[in-house]
């Protein structure tokens, strides 16, 4: 049995980062692309000259082109642009639908039987992009934004309630974008109903609070985007297909039907394996969280139609 291979395409904030978590967690050898030249080695030999220190066994290599991505088991995509103070994601889709694009047709000519791990944002829109374009199954095309949403979310909760983050399970549903699902009536805390803990009003805010968590970070840094907890969730997604876990998170995948929705990138609760998304889970909602799960495709179907494809 050989190693498993992650490549991670885009070697800027997200993808080294990215990088530096699956290395460390010895998930495989890792190999580093972007179009920048000396940045993918550089950042891939710096890695790997981190491993005697902390003690990790991992190949990291970079390179500009694709040759060294053959016959990967998960490819993450974090190459394009990330937002600027004042921007949303939907005004990345112009240039990152190119990128994406060409990307991808590298990716899939080398590695036909990879899973696809989705970062660049838009990411609904994004992942049904790469869907059309890859030829691949559904269930090999998945978008991360869940699990940083949810994150996010179980964050908040623990400061509020100064407990610890490991204690709270919730669930977070819908397009990558401020029309989000967050799901307080799957939120407990070890257990506990988070209903039972906090005020309506509280539970609220922390709400509001993550639906605009995306932007919080990108409004102090100024720059770019958050990079650390949207590598960490990718990564958590590529370590429970290479391990074969069948963890239950939320993921943006293809719906032909579920939720009412077909035709299109949506997050929804999976259950992550060897496979990929190995089946989609169907939680009962509300009349209220229906509404909002309908408002939220809405507005991910029409940056879809932006595509034109
Ligand atoms: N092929 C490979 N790499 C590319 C390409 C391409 N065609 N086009 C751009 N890149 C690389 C850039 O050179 C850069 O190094 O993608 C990298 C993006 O890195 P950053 O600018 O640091 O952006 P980052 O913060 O990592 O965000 C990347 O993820 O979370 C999303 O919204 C975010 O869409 C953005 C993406």
Same mark, same amino acid.
């Given at each position: 049995?050989?190693? *498993?291979?992650?490549?991670?395409?885009?070697?800027?904030?997200?993808?080294?980062?990215?990088?530096?978590?699956?290395?460390?967690?010895?998930?495989?050898?890792?190999?580093?692309?972007?179009?920048?030249?000396?940045?993918?080695?550089?950042?891939?030999?710096?890695?790997?000259?981190?491993?005697?220190?902390?003690?990790?066994?991992?190949?990291?290599?970079?390179?500009?082109?694709?040759?060294?991505?053959?016959?990967?088991?998960?490819?993450?995509?974090?190459?394009?642009?990330?937002?600027?103070?004042?921007?949303?994601?939907?005004?990345?889709?112009?240039?990152?639908?190119?990128?994406?694009?060409?990307?991808?047709?590298?990716?899939?000519?080398?590695?036909?039987?990879?899973?696809?791990?989705?970062?660049?944002?838009?990411?609904?829109?994004?992942?049904?992009?790469?869907?059309?374009?890859?030829?691949?199954?559904?269930?090999?095309?998945?978008?991360?934004?869940?699990?940083?949403?949810?994150?996010?979310?179980?964050?908040?909760?623990?400061?509020?309630?100064?407990?610890?983050?490991?204690?709270?399970?919730?669930?977070?549903?819908?397009?990558?974008?401020?029309?989000?699902?967050?799901?307080?009536?799957?939120?407990?805390?070890?257990?506990?109903?988070?209903?039972?803990?906090?005020?309506?009003? *509280?539970?609220?805010?922390?709400?509001?609070?993550?639906?605009?968590?995306?932007?919080?970070?990108?409004?102090?840094?100024?720059?770019?985007?958050?990079?650390?907890?949207?590598?960490?969730?990718?990564?958590?997604?590529?370590?429970?297909?290479?391990?074969?876990?069948?963890?239950?998170?939320?993921?943006?995948?293809?719906?032909?039907?579920?939720?009412?929705?077909?035709?299109?990138?949506?997050?929804?609760?999976?259950?992550?394996?060897?496979?990929?998304?190995?089946?989609?889970?169907?939680?009962?909602?509300?009349?209220?969280?229906?509404?909002?799960?309908? *408002?939220?495709?809405?507005?991910?179907?029409?940056?879809?139609?932006?595509?034109?494809?």
């Amino acid at each position: 049995m050989g190693r *498993k291979k992650v490549s991670i395409v885009g070697a800027g904030f997200v993808g080294a980062t990215a990088a530096h978590w699956a290395a460390e967690k010895e998930l495989g050898d890792v190999v580093l692309v972007d179009i920048l030249e000396g940045i993918p080695q550089g950042k891939a030999l710096d890695l790997f000259e981190a491993s005697p220190v902390e003690g990790f066994d991992a190949k990291v290599v970079g390179s500009n082109g694709y040759d060294e991505t053959r016959d990967s088991d998960v490819v993450l995509i974090t190459s394009g642009v990330p937002r600027k103070p004042g921007m949303s994601r939907e005004d990345l889709l112009e240039t990152n639908k190119k990128i994406i694009e060409s990307v991808v047709a590298e990716v899939v000519a080398r590695s036909p039987k990879a899973v696809l791990i989705m970062v660049t944002n838009p990411l609904d829109t994004m992942t049904y992009l790469a869907l059309k374009r890859s030829g691949l199954p559904k269930e090999r095309v998945l978008g991360m934004a869940g699990i940083l949403d949810t994150a996010r979310f179980k964050a908040f909760i623990a400061t509020e309630l100064n407990v610890s983050v490991e204690d709270i399970q919730s669930l977070i549903m819908g397009g990558h974008g401020d029309e989000m699902v967050p799901l307080p009536r799957y939120t407990t805390v070890s257990g506990i109903p988070l209903v039972q803990l906090l005020p309506k009003e *509280k539970i609220g805010r922390l709400v509001d609070r993550t639906r605009k968590g995306g932007g919080e970070i990108v409004n102090l840094l100024k720059t770019g985007s958050a990079f650390y907890a949207p590598s960490a969730s990718a990564i958590q997604m590529a370590e429970a297909i290479l391990k074969d876990k069948k963890r239950i998170l939320p993921c943006c995948v293809y719906l032909e039907g579920e939720y009412g929705l077909r035709d299109i990138c949506f997050g929804v609760p999976v259950k992550l394996g060897a496979k990929g998304a190995e089946s989609i889970i169907q939680v009962d909602l509300n009349e209220e969280e229906k509404s909002l799960v309908a *408002k939220s495709a809405e507005s991910v179907k029409k940056s879809i139609a932006e595509l034109k494809i």
